[in-house]
């Protein structure tokens, strides 16, 4: 059973700052999601992983499929960035149609 | 049009009512996704739809009802409820079953948020 462990469960910064959201996962995937949801609010859909690197704008996610590790780093943090970021990991094959959800990380950034 | 529209956004109802929430999107995707939220906790899957046909269904109880009439729409009919099913129930789509070749992206509604009183 594979299981997705975010850290830190909880992150207060000053604004401009740069930001390391970990998520680590057990067994093997066939990608990684990362999602952030403001208080109250839906959820976006931030990056899809199966390898590598990928970049939008200020946010970044990294994967490394041996160590089974994913990070999120925001550059620049800004107050807007205050949300819970959450990684979700799709399983291979018959799994894949369910999303393993990690607790999710609270980020404040203060100005 | 990237996105899935839920309604409504805020229901209130009693545990003999009878409701439904809605979730459209217009992106041709051809699987949607119900999943409920609880306060601080992460998203629960309830059902999964392909194709119009109820792919997945998480052992949820029978007093929440999906339908999806077509492949834009997805209904998630309420009735008899508890107070405990208060709580945040998000749809989502993508465009075809995750884990099929070319699939990526999932796509969140807004969410709507359900008080049973």
Redesign the interface.
Known sequence: KNEVEQSPQNLTAQEGEFITINCSYSVGISALHWLQQHPGGGIVSLFMLSSGKKKHGRLIATINIQEKHSSLHITASHPRDSAVYICASRGVIQGAQKLVFGQGTRLTINP | DTEVT?TPKHLVMGMTNKKSLKCEQHMGHRAMYWYKQKA????E?MF?YSYEKL??NESVPSRFSPECPNSSLLNLHLHALQPEDSA?Y?C?SSQD????RGT????????S?LTVL
């Open positions: 839920q601080k906790k992460p998203p899957l999964v792919s997945i945040l998000l989502a079953l995750l884990g099929r990526g992206e999932l796509f969140f509604g807004e969410g948020r």
